[in-house]
């Protein structure tokens, strides 16, 4: 019989709305129900595409006697991280302040008044490795809580005083300047992989916020060592198992320093990103493999992704059934044998392919199977003989059981997908990228806006099959839409995307900032927790703090509003203090404050839109590098308020663009920076120069 999870919006908690644990979903009733059973609260916090949460929910959580144990000793309460950030945060702070680790599926017991005294992640259904059982696990609580109740109350307290201690104060900081940025870019070379690509060790995930660091930092300063660890970066990532060879798209991350075997579930925020950065690199330097893995990673997410109502799912799984055992396994969709490869495309095309894709009798997977890569020393084959292996094997593949999507839409995430869409679109001369980011931007406005009478307007965190979800926005949400709004604006010339993104700041000024300039991640009216959450540092994608951060810059940049710019400057006061100490964590923030020393520029193309010399100067102007440029375009104004104005049906305006005339009856481009403006110009190749660009 379904438990409570069967009402709920969640792919992930409707994947447990038949265990037989009788689940809540996180609410204030299931804690008056742990208070008035006097039982603990078993919290597990996951998500739809996590294998090792798959695995333990069919170890543990459909286990009848497990499950028999777990209803009668305590009240579970299953929540999906993706929807509730907020809790996930809170709670993981103290898993990895207790354990030093953290990671999902997430296992927290917590009185009634919602404070942890006992943390884990996955426990297994038997003793191994040093881990207890589940089971053993749950029965040490229990006899803990029945036992020796005075200890508990006390454990609990005392974890929920140190968290309420750890608040930030990075107020008194100051602006990072050209000093900290040096210094995190000498940070991050220490800990660069001179041969694989990427920092650290295994496992490897893409450095997506720190790439666009490098690529700003290099257009700054012309720092050739930054733009060569991007570049090499990249090339190792697309050259790996990590990168789909036949879809396109990027895996979460490596298990290995090579890049060769990816943990294989594909999350909407990583391919995001990661397609914003190969863009960027093409317009650093013209490389023909980052402009290929953009537009195959932008072609990846409208494919795979894209939702009935315009809007892109969150995730992949990494698990699928595979047809030779009926099981789910991790990989089964993308991994092949030799004899696979001769099976789809014959002998000859077949021990090309092997060779080609670096796919070997022993296997670079599990089971004999190898992920398919780009090895440096591969065959020389004529392009159009491995398209054609390419669309073959792809077509084959299409014929394999899929994983699973998680098919509900992050306000956040979607916004990063509509920033890489709208650029890709405009960069490679492709509308309709820019079409699909103009849908996507529209259902966040229709179905993400709420600004019902009465109460504070609010963003919805999530939304499915066009119905918002419950649960509001963070202000990662804010932050990354008003990012996206901003980069379509930019692109198409509509003003109202402005404006979208100015009433998106205004409420973080609103309800997310601090008397200090630090920034909440959650809003001021928002559901008390034991803590109020406050990280600006990266996770996988970027933290609220620096995102905001980064559309407050943007939007005073437009705007000459002096409250946004100092709010923007008040909230990069914790670039100056983490970005020397922890470059690789906070690689966006590194980012916005790069832009914040270049400028940053603003720039106003002026001209009729079916003029090829107003294309010509506004395709100029998106391609320079100068970091974090602002760009507008629209009609000439003359001083009297002229002509003027966004483009999209008459809505909305482009400050930049008042006062801005043709010059000589030619369409023109203003560029202006810290308060002085260049001459203007008529000129893409001069318009190029004045951005910085290297034109590809």
């Known amino acids: 019989m379904p438990n409570r999870l069967a009402n709920e919006t969640s792919p992930y908690l409707l994947q447990h709305a038949d ?84 990671g999902w599926p997430m296992t927290v017991f917590l009185t009634a008044d919602a404070e942890p005294f006992y943390f884990g992640t996955y426990f297994p259904p038997e003793p191994r490795h040093g881990m207890p059982s589940f089971m053993q696990v749950l029965e040490g609580v229990r006899a803990a809580w029945v036992g020796r109740p005075e200890e508990v109350a006390e454990v609990a307290q005392k974890i929920t005083r140190d968290l309420a201690g ?17 210094q995190a870019l000498l940070g991050l070379t220490r800990e660069y992989d001179a041969t694989r690509g990427g920092f650290g060790g295994a496992p490897k995930f893409p450095p997506s916020m720190v790439l666009e660091f490098l690529l700003r930092h290099h257009a700054r300063t012309g720092s050739e060592g930054a733009l060569q660890m991007a570049a090499d970066t990249c090339e190792a990532m697309a050259r790996g198992g990590i990168y789909d060879q036949l879809g396109g798209g990027f895996a979460r991350y490596s298990v290995d320093r090579e890049w060769v075997v990816p943990h294989f579930e594909k999350m909407l925020y990583d391919n995001a990103l990661l397609c914003r950065v190969y ?13 290929r893995v953009a537009l195959e990673t932008a072609d990846f997410m ?20 595979d047809p030779a055992s009926g099981e789910h396994v991790e990989g089964a969709y993308y991994a092949w044998t030799p004899a696979q490869l001769r099976e789809v495309l014959g002998e000859d095309d077949g021990a090309l392919a092997a060779g080609y894709f670096g796919v070997t009798e022993e296997g670079t997977f599990e089971h004999g199977k190898s992920v398919l890569q780009l090895p440096q020393d591969g065959p020389a084959v004529e392009a159009e003989r491995i398209a054609g292996i390419r669309a073959r094997l792809l077509a084959a593949r299409a014929e394999r059981p899929a994983p699973g999507r998680d098919d509900k839409v992050v306000a956040a995430w979607n916004g990063l997908a509509i920033a890489a869409l709208a650029e890709c679109g405009a960069y490679f001369e492709r509308p309709d990228l820019v079409e699909r980011a103009t849908e996507a931007a529209d259902l966040l406005v229709r179905v993400h806006f709420d600004a019902a009478a009465g109460r504070a307007p609010r963003l919805a965190r999530t939304s499915k099959d066009g119905h918002a979800g419950a649960n509001a926005g963070v202000l990662e949400d804010y932050g990354d839409v008003a990012e996206g709004f901003l980069a379509l604006a930019a692109v198409t010339g509509e003003g109202v995307w402005l404006e979208f993104a100015g009433f998106l700041v205004d409420l973080v000024l609103d309800r ?14 928002a559901e008390k927790l034991i803590r109020r959450p406050q990280d600006p540092t990266d996770t996988a994608a970027p933290s609220g703090w620096t995102a ?14 002096e409250a946004h710019r100092t709010a923007a400057e008040r909230a990069l006061a914790v670039v100056h203090a983490l970005g020397p100490r922890v470059p690789r964590f906070i690689g966006h923030g590194l980012s916005v404050a790069e832009a914040l020393l270049d400028g940053p520029r ?17 395709r100029a102007a998106l391609l ?21 104005g966004g483009e999209g049906g008459g809505e909305g305006e482009f400050p930049l663009l008042a006062e801005r005339a043709l010059v000589r009856d030619l369409p023109a481009a203003y560029v202006c920076r810290h308060f002085v403006c260049a001459r203007p110009t008529t000129d893409p190749v001069e318009l190029a120069e004045q951005l910085g660009a290297v034109r590809p």
């Open 512 to 525: 997310f900032t601090a008397e200090d300039g630090s920034l909440y991640d959650t809003a001021h009216d």
């Open 166 to 182: 750890r608040q930030l104060d990075y107020g008194k900081a100051g602006t990072p300047g050209p000093e900290e940025l040096a």
């Open 548 to 561: 905001a951060a980064g559309a407050l810059l943007s939007y005073a940049a437009h705007t000459g509003s």
């Open 624 to 644: 320079g590098t100068a970091p974090g440029a602002v760009v507008a375009v629209g009609l000439p104004q003359s001083a009297e308020g002229g002509e003027g």
């Open 19 to 102: 265990n037989p644990v009788d689940w809540w979903p996180w609410s204030p009733e299931a804690f008056a129900e742990a208070r008035e059973r006097g039982v603990p609260v078993l919290l597990s916090v996951g998500y739809s595409s996590c294998h090792w949460c798959h695995v333990m929910a069919d170890e543990s959580f459909q286990d009848e006697l497990a499950a028999a144990y777990m209803n009668e000793h305590f009240v579970n309460i299953k929540v999906d991280r993706e929807e509730r950030p907020d809790v996930d945060a809170v709670y993981m702070e103290a898993v990895q302040a207790a354990t030093g680790q953290g």
């Open 602 to 618: 603003e720039v106003a193309v002026v001209g009729h839109p079916d003029d090829p010399a107003r294309a010509a100067l506004h």
């Open 279 to 291: 863009a960027h690199l093409w317009r650093a330097t013209g490389s023909e493999l980052a402009r």
């Open 302 to 321: 409208v494919r795979e992704l894209r939702t009935g109502q315009g809007g892109f799912a969150s995730a992949l799984d990494a698990d699928s059934e």
